[in-house]
Each structure stands twice: as structure tokens, then as C-alpha cells.
């Protein structure tokens, strides 16, 4: 595979003297080193050099387009067409969102598999080419590739509760919010006075990811009745990404789901756009007005509101993870070995920690699931559920399903699952040997808790025919029964 770094991760790993090491520098160094050590190849882009040679300071300069020669250069750089140029937006030829979109539409004409970057500009237009899973920070790379070629254990990322009085104001990642709120410190002895709920998630001196909550009532904005305010919500600059963020609003959904609140929102100003785009993925909606601050208000409601149909991936967006709809949607009975149903679902494992588990992907709400069934019929919105075969033999999870393709190709699978992957890169190669292609599907984990329910009822109520073997169709005439056994959402 071939990792394109962006001029700031290439500035991380060489810097120009003993004091001006970037704070990301240990993450990006870590990267390089697993890239190289897994026998795959970093390349520089030849704009970066246009990046590179923007900067006023000759000596800084020199240097590096003088260590910019340890990288060999991505050799046929696609250029930008004119239809690819309506998506992204016209850019002035060598400036900084010019030289961007170039890297984007490396990774869009898979001229490399990923792009590796801290700039949240490129995150947010990677969605307009429909690439954002493979535009990555290096807080998502290192995820990756730990889970791509694993090595030793690496401890996972874990979300843990605690009392808001427990935190250390000195911690490093309040930083930016003293910068957005003058006030912020008062603020902050008022969270822990009042002991609001927060959770965080624990890094090497300090904290990776925070989160404080407070219960509100008829807020305003379309929101009524019990509303949980979001109140702050930040991963440190060190680990951004979609991992870490999406571990955060995972716990935030549970939470407000037993609960049960009516309504969830954040607060965030615009300039925070990889916050912003991560909120959308889940559901949250801009509300016409803005705070006294002149912060934008996104919400999502946490209770079904009755309004015009819409098709079932939508649904699971708006509502979900906790909620879902049959309407419309098929469902499939997915029978998944122990090995892999103990590192994509770790929740379900008997004494797991919160949120915790042997890879980070396990731990998210979007994941992706491979297998070698024969089904094509498969559609977005359609209901997955997870058959745990060999032991016990019954199904234990529910997703929802995004998309798929079919192929025998291992790097394009690799890349179709890019971050969601529990999967090695052993494990996708050796299924990629078979006579029939590999089905790979990404979906959302559904974030509802049920009885595990045994093969002898699915068999007694006509959902299956026989113990499933590979991906089946749930048999109409059993659904009534299932639905009622899973108690969906009203």
C-alpha cells in the first residue's frame, strides 16, 4: 500500500531543530515506522514542494526540501478535471487548497490507497469525493495499521466514566477551550460543583478525548421536553480522528437512551469543522439559530418524532444507533465465528470494560463485516443480524447496513473497510484465496441490548430453516415473531 503524508505530517517528522518538534511528532514518527516496517511505502506528492516553498524562512526552507529527498515522489500525479474541480471548488494554481485537492484526487484515482493529513479542510471536502475513509489522521492510521499488522498488543482505547470534579483543569486539552471561552475556567469549577456526568478517554500524560453533559429542559431550537446538552466535547490534537470522536458519541447516545431524553445537542463554533462533519455523520442537524456566541446548534433527537417516512439508512442516521425501522427492510441472519464477534462487538464479551476491547474499530458504531456469502441482494437500510455460530449459537447483535462490494482483491477490500477494519491483513488475503469473492459490508452497530436469542427459537418460529451456514434471509413468515422478540423502537 502506498500512505501519501500531507506537508504538515512530513513537518512533524523532520524537524528543523531540537525546538520546533510538533506536538504530533511521536504519532506521525510512529506511523512512518509502521508503514516502513510492514513492508509498505510513503510517498510525497510533487506539490508539496509548492507547500514547501511558500515559507518565508530560507534556512527552515532548505532544510526541508533537502529531507523531502528521502521520500521517493508519487510518480504520474493525476491531474484535476474539470468535473472533479466542480466538487472540490476552483483553487488558485499553487496555492494551499490547490495543492489539497491534488492529494484528494491522488486517493480518489487510487494513484495511492490513503492520504495522511492533520488539516481538517482536506478531512471535510474528502466527503464531497466520497473518500473520507481513506483520508486519514495519524491517530486513525495508527489505528489501522496496529489492526492491519498486528505485532504485540497494543491496550485499547477505552471510555471511562467519572465525576466532573475529578478532572485537572491543567489538563493540556482544555487549552482550546480557554481560547473559545474567556470564561472558561469559571465554568469549569461550576461543572464540577454541580458533579456533572463526563467520560474521557486516557492518553500518556493526560487526557485523549473529554466529555461533559448536563440535563436541560425545553431548550429552544425544536427541542421539547428532557434535552441532554453536550457540553463540551473534544479529542486533543494529538489523537483526532473519527475513532476517538465516535467512542465519545457512542457513550453519549447509550446515555441518553437510558436515559431517556428526548433530545441531544452541542453547541460548536464553525471554525471546528472536523466536529461538525463528525456530528452530521450521526444525525445531527444545524438549527436556524445561533447561540448568543455566535455558535452553530446541532440536534439530534433521541426519541422517535413522528414525520413523513423516510428510507430505513436515513432513519438509523437521524435516531439511530439506539433506534432503527423495519419498514421496508430486509433481514439477514448473519452467522459470524466467536473470534471475530469477540473484537468487532467487545461489548457483548462478559465482563468487558466500557467501551473497551482488543481493537478500536470494535469499539466504534460504523464497522464492516467479511465474509464469502454468495448474496447480492443485500441493500442499504436492510437489518443484519449477527448469529454468533459454533458455541452458542444464537443471534447476540444488530447493525444496519451501508453498502457493499464484492471482490477478490485484497488491497481494494482493504481499502473499502480502511478504518472500520478488525480484520489483518492476513485475514483479508487469506479470504481472498477462495473460489468466490469476498463479500465486504460496512455497517452501523445498532445500540440496542437484548437476551441472546437461541437457534432452537429462530428454528421454532420459522426465521430460519436450518442452523445458518452463510448469509441467509430472515423467512417472512417468522419476522412478526423476531420483531416482536427484538422490542424495536415504537
Not at 496555492?95 to 491522488?106: E, I
Not at 441531544?264 to 462533519?277: G, M, N, Q, R, S
Not at 469499539?363 to 465474509?371: E, G, T
Not at 447476540?396 to 451501508?402: A, S
Amino acid at each position: 500500500m502506498k500512505f501519501l503524508i500531507d506537508t504538515n505530517i512530513l513537518i512533524s517528522l523532520e524537524p528543523t531543530s531540537d525546538t520546533t518538534i510538533e506536538p504530533g511528532a511521536r504519532e506521525a514518527a510512529e506511523v512512518a515506522r509502521m508503514i516502513q516496517q510492514s513492508g509498505n511505502t510513503i510517498v510525497v506528492h510533487p506539490y508539496v514542494l509548492a507547500d514547501i516553498a511558500r515559507d518565508g524562512n530560507h534556512q527552515r526552507r532548505a532544510h526541508r526540501e533537502y529531507v523531502l529527498r528521502k521520500y521517493p515522489i508519487l510518480d504520474g500525479a493525476p491531474p484535476i478535471t474539470a468535473a472533479e474541480e466542480a466538487v472540490l471548488g476552483v483553487a488558485a494554481e499553487g496555492a494551499n487548497d490547490w495543492v489539497d485537492n491534488h492529494l484528494l484526487v491522488a486517493v480518489a484515482r487510487n494513484a495511492v490507497d490513503y492520504v495522511i493529513t492533520q488539516d481538517n479542510a482536506i478531512h471535510t471536502r474528502a466527503a464531497r469525493l466520497k473518500i473520507e475513509d481513506r483520508v486519514l489522521t495519524t491517530a486513525d492510521a495508527l489505528m489501522m495499521l496496529r489492526a492491519l499488522f498486528p505485532t504485540t498488543p497494543v491496550p485499547p482505547p477505552a471510555v471511562r466514566s467519572i465525576k466532573a470534579h475529578a478532572l485537572d483543569h491543567n489538563d493540556p486539552i482544555f487549552a482550546s477551550f480557554r481560547a473559545d471561552y474567556p470564561d472558561f475556567d469559571g465554568w469549569l469549577r461550576r461543572c464540577k460543583l454541580d458533579d456533572r456526568p463526563t467520560w474521557v478517554i486516557d492518553s500518556d500524560g493526560g487526557l485523549a478525548a473529554v466529555c461533559i453533559a448536563k440535563a436541560e429542559r425545553d431548550v429552544g431550537h425544536g427541542m421539547t421536553g428532557r434535552v441532554l446538552k453536550v457540553c463540551s466535547l473534544k479529542v486533543s490534537e494529538s489523537r483526532l480522528g473519527a475513532r476517538f470522536g465516535e467512542l465519545m458519541l457512542k457513550t453519549i447516545f447509550v446515555y441518553a437512551h437510558e436515559n431517556t431524553f428526548d433530545w441531544i445537542y452541542v453547541t460548536v463554533f464553525e471554525k471546528h469543522e472536523w466536529l461538525i462533519a463528525l456530528l452530521r455523520e450521526f444525525g445531527f442537524e444545524q438549527s436556524a439559530e445561533r447561540t448568543k456566541l455566535g455558535e452553530l446548534v446541532m440536534t439530534k433527537p433521541a426519541q422517535l418524532r413522528i414525520g413523513p417516512e423516510i428510507a430505513p439508512l436515513d432513519y438509523a442516521v437521524r435516531f439511530g444507533p439506539c433506534r432503527w425501522s423495519w419498514a421496508c427492510a430486509n433481514v439477514w441472519i448473519v452467522p459470524i465465528q466467536p473470534r471475530f464477534e469477540q473484537i468487532l462487538f467487545p461489548e457483548r464479551q462478559e465482563q468487558a470494560a466500557l467501551f473497551s476491547g482488543s481493537q478500536p474499530s470494535g469499539n466504534a458504531i460504523r464497522k464492516a463485516y467479511l465474509c464469502r456469502a454468495p448474496q447480492r441482494t443485500i441493500q442499504p437500510g436492510d437489518v443484519l443480524a449477527f448469529y454468533r455460530s459454533t458455541d452458542s449459537q444464537g443471534i447476540r447483535t444488530l447493525g444496519v447496513v451501508e453498502n457493499w462490494i464484492a471482490s477478490a482483491d485484497p488491497e481494494r477490500i482493504q481499502q473499502f473497510v480502511a478504518r472500520r477494519t478488525v480484520y489483518s491483513m492476513a485475514d483479508i488475503r487469506a479470504m481472498a484465496t477462495g473460489e468466490r469473492d469476498v463479500l465486504a459490508i460496512r455497517f452501523r452497530q445498532v445500540l440496542h441490548e437484548f437476551p441472546e436469542i437461541p437457534y432452537n427459537d429462530l428454528r421454532a418460529a420459522n426465521v430460519v430453516a436450518g442452523p445458518p451456514q452463510t448469509i441467509v434471509r430472515a423467512r417472512q413468515e417468522g419476522l412478526p415473531w423476531l420483531v416482536a422478540r427484538l422490542a424495536p423502537s415504537p
